[in-house]
């Protein structure tokens, strides 16, 4: 608590004194439902994936685009961001299949993966038991959502993700570990959490920029995103990030 002295001090003082005018932050349209805000990358507007490539072989990304706008995985492979990024605010709009097949992880699955090492789920968590640090939204193997904000299959869902990338010495040690933040269909679920490594479907996180996750397919020290091809024909729409560093 303050003391009298203190508060008469305060009370007394010029509040110009405690305003800062510069730097001045940017004006940037927050867009809407549909559409992006005005200094967004736009990675998949419903026409071209020419944003896109193969994961695997790096030829053009062959996901089927539909036509209301949607793309839909098509099992030759996962596919990844042409550029790479390092921290972001990420959006994401998904569908699973609303024909259900499948139980657990093999229920409408897919991912998004950031720097090719650490995963955020997607699957379709609607009254679908499975392990809880693998349902939908979780920091795949890491962090459980603090609730299950699933729609139905067949629903379109969402993500906004914040990613803080984790920081590295020159030997390629971590000195700062990355955080994560998700929102699913609006509602707080992963709250800035540290990320313990790599994503492992077997054995624990890794630690190190040249540590590779043997959970998805990549290269250390490749920064691109990366949407998971797991066999369900999973759809997404209205892709795109803002960089925040």
Sequence with gaps: ??????????????????????????????????????DAVVLFDGTSLSQWTNART?????????PDGSMTVKSDGG???????????FHIEWKTP????????GRG???????????????????????SNGQAASLYKQHIPLVNASRPPGKWQHYDIVFMEPKYDTDG??????????????ILVINNVEILGTTEFRGH????????????????????????????????RNIWLRKLE
């Design 173 to 186: 040690e971590q000195i700062k570990a990355g955080t994560f933040t998700v929102f699913h269909n609006g």
């Design 58 to 66: 790096g030829g053009p990304a062959g996901w089927q685009i539909n």
């Design 79 to 89: 596919i990844q961001t042409t550029e790479e990024f390092g921290s972001v605010q």
């Design 109 to 131: 699955n897919s991912g998004v993966t950031f720097q090719r090492r650490f995963e955020i789920q997607i699957l379709d968590s609607y009254h679908n038991p499975t392990y």
């Design 1 to 38: 608590m303050l003391g009298g002295g203190l508060l008469l001090a305060q009370k007394k003082m010029d509040p110009k004194l405690t305003e800062v005018w510069d730097p001045i932050p940017e004006m940037v349209s927050p867009g809407d439902v549909k559409t992006p805000p005005s």
């Design 205 to 236: 996180p890794k630690l190190g920029l040249d540590e590779i996750s043997s959970y998805m397919p990549g290269e250390s020290r490749k920064k691109n995103i990366y949407l998971q091809d797991h066999g369900n024909p999973v759809s997404f």
């Design 98 to 105: 609303k024909q259900i097949k499948g139980t657990g992880q």
